[in-house]
């Protein structure tokens, strides 16, 4: 389900520059006269950017990889650290690998301004890095709820790995028979589309294996259905854990009161419950000062996030600079947007480095490009089910089945046909791979 792909496949190069940008892994430490690439975020989608340029373009491009963090902690198999089927070591991805064998840059900082006009990157320690190529892949910020005192730090949302992933397993750990535990889910485009229905699901799960047989799990979903896997997800909230999940659609909130862990929505409200998880809606991070236009960026859709070219990832205007992952919206056929995902990132960073390095080299772009994310779901504590959708450049339509441009047209959409045993196990291999491609 994850493509590890070759030089040979995204880049076609002629003549000696191509000796030169196909450097073996690892090999040929940048020249004085190396292009300059930035990146800022060191999750799947800049650790894998900063990897490739380096493997594929060898001493070609110098890159520096910029993140506030030691380490990236990733999302994906955190809610089995929620619920303590697996440790914080095992979702915690460092970079030694990206200095060490690939030569790259690492710089533990937080942007506080890029001058697009002026091709720079400026830290909060004072340091400005220049750049001939830039890739934002900074991730997610949220949308705080209209009203209320929502502290996360009293009601986690736990959607960024880390110290909010240990807040809710101790809050979870605390639970008592009869306490009810709440989550929200946010409106689409979110990261991970399946992602809090698995938290449910694995939630209500680690109740069961508790026994504590009264207390349930309330899901409010600002969606009108399941956005991902409903088969899966249909089948746990009505037979596995039927009883004990309570599925609410088209809930929208309204307000959210940490101290007194209330939640007001349009389907209903729900006071002083044990453990209020609040996943708030969501945009891209800001580049630099939140207070600032467009809070950094030079251009946000009406959602809030980052529109692109999806031959580059470039933003309109600025096309040395590439936004990946969650921050970006890839335009695509109605009804069928390019998900939020730690694989997806994966692999729009491979594109987007394959564009940068073409550009370098003065040649012209590949169309013929695919891009695949997968995800597997836990659904029990030895069961799973998993997702798979795959893009490809062309033609996308409207809501008329009419024309409206060039984008990523979704081609194939695969669901588990059932949960199991099988798949959980999968879903460990599948996971070191990704990690494995993207920080090794």
């Given at each position: 389900?994850?493509?590890?792909?070759?030089?040979?496949?995204f880049?076609?190069l002629?003549?000696?520059?191509?000796?030169?940008?196909?450097?073996?892994?690892?090999?040929?430490?940048?020249?004085?006269?190396?292009?300059?690439?930035?990146?800022?975020?060191?999750?799947?989608g800049?650790?894998?950017?900063?990897?490739?340029?380096?493997?594929?373009?060898?001493?070609?491009?110098?890159?520096?990889?910029?993140?506030?963090?030691?380490?990236?902690?990733?999302?994906?198999?955190?809610?089995?650290v929620?619920?303590?089927?697996?440790?914080?070591?095992?979702?915690?991805?460092?970079?030694?690998?990206?200095?060490?064998?690939y030569?790259?840059?690492?710089?533990?900082?937080?942007?506080?301004?890029?001058?697009?006009a002026?091709?720079?990157?400026?830290?909060?320690?004072?340091?400005?890095?220049?750049?001939?190529?830039?890739?934002?892949?900074?991730?997610?910020?949220?949308?705080?709820?209209?009203?209320?005192?929502?502290?996360?730090?009293?009601?986690p949302?736990?959607?960024?790995?880390?110290?909010?992933?240990?807040?809710?397993?101790?809050?979870?750990?605390?639970?008592?028979?009869?306490?009810?535990?709440?989550?929200?889910?946010?409106?689409?485009?979110?990261?991970?589309?399946?992602?809090?229905?698995?938290?449910?699901?694995?939630?209500?799960?680690?109740?069961?294996?508790?026994?504590?047989?009264?207390?349930?799990?309330?899901?409010?979903?600002?969606?009108?259905?399941?956005?991902?896997?409903?088969?899966?997800?249909?089948?746990?909230?009505?037979f596995?854990?039927?009883?004990?999940?309570?599925?609410?659609?088209?809930?929208?909130?309204?307000?959210?009161?940490?101290?007194?862990?209330?939640?007001?929505?349009?389907?209903?409200?729900?006071?002083n419950?044990?453990?209020?998880?609040?996943?708030?809606?969501q945009?891209?991070?800001?580049?630099?000062?939140?207070?600032?236009?467009?809070?950094?960026?030079?251009?946000l859709?009406?959602?809030?996030?980052?529109?692109?070219?999806?031959?580059?990832?470039?933003?309109?205007?600025?096309?040395?600079?590439?936004?990946?992952?969650?921050?970006?919206?890839v335009p695509?056929?109605?009804?069928?947007?390019?998900?939020?995902?730690?694989?997806?990132?994966?692999?729009?960073?491979?594109?987007?480095?394959?564009?940068?390095?073409?550009?370098?080299?003065?040649?012209?772009?590949?169309?013929?490009?695919?891009?695949n994310?997968?995800?597997?779901?836990?659904?029990?504590?030895?069961?799973?089910?998993?997702l798979?959708?795959?893009?490809?450049?062309?033609?996308?339509?409207?809501?008329?089945?009419?024309?409206?441009?060039?984008?990523?047209?979704?081609?194939?959409?695969?669901?588990?046909?059932?949960?199991?045993?099988?798949?959980?196990?999968?879903?460990?291999?599948?996971?070191?791979?990704?990690?494995?491609?993207?920080?090794?």
């Open positions: 389900m994850m493509h590890t792909f070759s030089r040979r496949q880049l076609q002629a003549g000696a520059a191509s000796a030169v940008a196909a450097l073996p892994r690892g090999a040929g430490a940048a020249t004085s006269t190396a292009a300059r690439v930035v990146v800022v975020g060191g999750g799947f800049g650790a894998t950017v900063a990897k490739y340029l380096r493997m594929w373009g060898g001493a070609q491009v110098a890159v520096t990889l910029v993140d506030p963090n030691p380490s990236h902690i990733a999302c994906i198999l955190s809610n089995l929620v619920t303590g089927s697996l440790s914080m070591d095992r979702i915690t991805l460092g970079y030694n690998a990206l200095r060490e064998k030569g790259i840059a690492v710089t533990q900082g937080r942007v506080t301004a890029v001058n697009y002026g091709g720079t990157v400026s830290l909060g320690d004072g340091t400005t890095l220049p750049y001939d190529h830039l890739v934002l892949s900074p991730g997610i910020d949220f949308i705080p709820p209209p009203e209320g005192a929502w502290d996360p730090n009293v009601t949302h736990a959607w960024q790995a880390g110290a909010q992933t240990l807040l809710l397993k101790q809050q979870l750990a605390s639970m008592r028979d009869g306490d009810t535990f709440v989550m929200t889910i946010p409106k689409s485009p979110y990261r991970c589309p399946p992602g809090p229905y698995e938290r449910a699901c694995v939630v209500a799960d680690y109740l069961k294996r508790r026994q504590l047989v009264f207390s349930r799990v309330v899901v409010l979903d600002a969606n009108p259905s399941i956005q991902a896997e409903p088969l899966a997800f249909g089948e746990a909230f009505n596995i854990y039927k009883g004990m999940i309570e599925y609410v659609p088209n809930a929208t909130v309204l307000a959210v009161n940490s101290p007194t862990r209330s939640i007001r929505t349009t389907a209903g409200d729900w006071s419950v044990r453990v209020l998880n609040y996943i708030p809606n945009r891209a991070a800001a580049i630099g000062p939140a207070s600032s236009l467009n809070r950094g960026w030079p251009v859709n009406a959602q809030g996030f980052v529109p692109v070219d999806p031959l580059t990832y470039g933003i309109s205007g600025y096309p040395n600079v590439h936004v990946i992952g969650d921050a970006c919206a695509a056929s109605e009804g069928k947007a390019v998900p939020k995902s730690g694989h997806m990132a994966n692999s729009e960073a491979k594109i987007c480095a394959d564009a940068i390095l073409r550009t370098l080299n003065t040649q012209a772009l590949d169309e013929n490009i695919t891009t994310s997968a995800c597997f779901s836990p659904i029990t504590a030895t069961t799973a089910s998993w798979s959708a795959n893009f490809n450049y062309g033609d996308i339509y409207d809501g008329a089945g009419k024309v409206k441009g060039k984008g990523m047209h979704r081609v194939d959409l695969g669901e588990a046909p059932r949960t199991n045993g099988d798949n959980y196990q999968n879903m460990f291999t599948w996971a070191q791979g990704l990690f494995a491609d993207s920080f090794v």
